[in-house]
């Protein structure tokens, strides 16, 4: 009987990890590559934003990935937001 395939060890290199707090996305897309740009909206007062004044964003991170990455991506973080979801009630 054949052995189904066995997923590589992954060792993780954490020596250059930074963390970030994120709270504005966008994204973009080419035939090759998706493009995901993640910064912070720098105002907290949401009636002047609401009253029409602009957002000051602070663009920090620019992710670029194959479209396979990003499928992996999306299954990856549409499992998550489920459990979260399971969790602690929808979002």
Wanted: hydrophobic letters at 35%; charged letters at 20%.
């Amino acid at each position: 009987m054949a052995q189904p395939p066995t997923q590589p060890e992954m060792k993780l290199d954490t020596s250059q990890l930074k963390s970030s707090y994120c709270n504005v996305c966008s994204a973009t897309s080419t035939r090759e590559e998706v493009v995901l740009t993640f910064g912070v909206n720098q105002n907290w007062d949401l009636q002047q934003q609401q009253g029409g004044g602009a957002m000051d964003v602070q663009l920090l991170h620019r992710i670029i990935m194959s479209p396979v990455a990003a499928k992996r991506f999306h299954d990856l973080l549409t499992r998550l937001m489920s459990e979260h979801e399971a969790r602690h009630g929808a979002l």
